[in-house]
């Protein structure tokens, strides 16, 4: 019986049979146990998601940079689809901030200055240094006087440095024009306070907008 059964075999058969259970065997080791891109691991999504909720100007192409900082490697076309299934918008606008945007959110740091001309009852002319906050629109007048010299126009200049140090003020840049009442010592008195001088172009009158706006305001408003 065990010849017969021997005989029902061919040894080229054994060795066909054997060939093709080694290569089952290698394809189904070798063929990944789900197809397409592995899922991203959760901890780098709660990073992701975390970065763009804090930072809501940060597009889908800045995080990878930021995230690389962390030595996590992440794809902008793997947070974009993170974004994506999460409901949050990861188009280009993300990551860019409008021009008054940017405004406002350096309001706190800016301070324009500027001179004002007007004319008292009895017919003489005055001039008016007077600063205004961006963020608060508050003016502060620094003083008036017929001949702006460059002695009173310095002092001031001291006077509000003093002031700002004071109420705590977080300025840090104050725009002017190029008027030659301003002398040169005034800038380096600002500097010492931590203020950087920044000089209108001319005749630009919007680059010192805040400024030039209240100037009209208060010319329109004096009979």
């Given at each position: 019986m065990r010849r017969s059964l021997?005989?029902?075999?061919?040894?080229?058969?054994?060795?066909?049979?054997?060939?093709?259970?080694?290569?089952?065997?290698?394809?189904?080791?070798?063929?990944?146990?789900?197809?397409?891109?592995?899922?991203t691991a959760r901890s780098i999504r709660?990073?992701?998601?975390?970065?763009?909720?804090?930072?809501?100007?940060?597009?889908?192409?800045?995080?990878?940079?930021?995230?690389?900082t962390l030595d996590i490697?992440?794809?902008?076309?793997?947070?974009?689809?993170?974004?994506?299934?999460?409901?949050?918008?990861?188009a280009p606008h993300r990551s860019s901030?409008?021009?008054a945007a940017c405004l406002r959110?350096?309001?706190?740091?800016?301070?324009?200055?500027?001179?004002?001309?007007?004319?008292?009852?009895?017919g003489q002319r005055q001039y008016v240094l007077a600063a205004i906050e961006h963020a608060t629109r508050r003016v502060c007048i620094l003083g008036t006087t017929a001949h702006p010299t460059a002695a009173w126009v310095t002092q001031a200049i001291k006077n509000m440095a003093v002031g700002l140090e004071d109420v705590g003020t977080k300025a840090?840049?104050?725009?002017?024009?190029?008027?030659?009442?301003?002398?040169?010592?005034?800038?380096?008195?600002?500097a010492v306070a931590g203020i950087r001088t920044v000089l209108r172009g001319?005749?630009?009158?919007?680059?010192n907008s805040v400024m030039e706006r209240w100037v009209q305001s208060y010319r329109h408003k004096t009979p």
């Amino acid at each position: 019986m065990r010849r017969s059964l021997r005989l029902l075999v061919r040894p080229d058969t054994v060795l066909r049979w054997h060939r093709n259970l080694v290569k089952r065997r290698h394809g189904t080791a070798s063929r990944p146990k789900r197809p397409g891109r592995p899922p991203t691991a959760r901890s780098i999504r709660r990073s992701v998601l975390r970065l763009v909720r804090e930072n809501p100007s940060w597009g889908y192409r800045r995080v990878p940079g930021e995230l690389a900082t962390l030595d996590i490697k992440i794809a902008a076309s793997t947070v974009w689809e993170t974004l994506r299934q999460e409901g949050i918008h990861p188009a280009p606008h993300r990551s860019s901030t409008n021009w008054a945007a940017c405004l406002r959110s350096q309001a706190d740091t800016r301070l324009a200055m500027d001179f004002l001309e007007t004319i008292t009852l009895t017919g003489q002319r005055q001039y008016v240094l007077a600063a205004i906050e961006h963020a608060t629109r508050r003016v502060c007048i620094l003083g008036t006087t017929a001949h702006p010299t460059a002695a009173w126009v310095t002092q001031a200049i001291k006077n509000m440095a003093v002031g700002l140090e004071d109420v705590g003020t977080k300025a840090r840049f104050v725009i002017r024009d190029r008027d030659a009442k301003y002398p040169t010592l005034i800038d380096e008195i600002l500097a010492v306070a931590g203020i950087r001088t920044v000089l209108r172009g001319i005749r630009m009158p919007r680059r010192n907008s805040v400024m030039e706006r209240w100037v009209q305001s208060y010319r329109h408003k004096t009979p």
